[in-house]
């Protein structure tokens, strides 16, 4: 049962230290680097807005013509 418990308690402070690691490696990103990734997120925004468009566009006018106008 003592076995158990230390090996709860060493699974946390594993993951602490682990997490502790990742933060002091983390840094934040630089302007450059920054304006990438929103211009990739822009770009990804306007692709899933036209798919999403198209996609109405065309089921509108399937639907129609499957229900029949009703």
Avoid: S
């Avoid at 002091?24 to 692709?47: S, W």
């Amino acid at each position: 049962m003592a076995d158990q418990i230390q090996e709860f308690f060493d699974v946390q402070r594993d993951f602490i230290k682990d997490g502790a690691q990742f933060m002091t490696r983390c840094t934040k990103p630089d302007q450059r680097e920054y304006l990438k990734i929103c211009q990739a997120v822009g770009v990804g925004f306007i692709v899933m807005g036209a798919v999403g468009y198209i996609v109405k566009l065309v089921h509108i006018p399937v639907n129609n013509v499957l229900v029949g106008g009703a």
